[in-house]
């Protein structure tokens, strides 16, 4: 199962780091990506990047402002948010993705997730 952390509370305009990790799991050969979902809303695809190449992939809504990166030699991937709105508060997820190309989720489990509050 994942373990998201680095949520919490921030301004509008602010930054913040999350990390993604599994427990005895490699992320090898897998294609990683982060997701959120609003109160309200369905979960939606944020970002991906491929563990092996490190290509990467983003929402139209958060291009320019995030970054997702991996650490393989921790088995963690992190999602850098940047010029946070607003409309980013949400229940943010990692999940493996089944391609680079596509949104789809691998798996139907999901971690507790990490709460990103933006709020002056």
């Known amino acids: 199962q994942m373990a998201e952390s680095g949520g919490g509370l921030v301004q509008p305009g602010g930054s913040l780091r999350l990390s993604c990790s599994a427990s005895g799991r490699t992320f090898n050969n897998f294609v990683m990506g982060w997701f959120r979902q609003a109160p309200g809303k369905e979960r939606e695809f944020v970002a991906g990047i491929s563990w092996t190449t490190g290509t990467t992939r983003y929402a139209d809504s958060v291009k320019g402002r995030f970054i997702i990166s991996r650490d393989s030699t921790k088995d963690t991937a992190y999602l850098q948010m940047n010029s946070l709105k607003p409309e980013d508060a949400a229940v943010y997820y990692c999940?493996?993705?089944?391609?680079?190309?596509?949104?789809?989720?691998?798996?139907?489990?999901w971690g507790q997730g990490t709460q990103v509050i933006v709020s002056s």
């Open positions: 999940n493996a993705l089944t391609s680079i190309t596509v949104d789809t989720p691998l798996s139907n489990r």
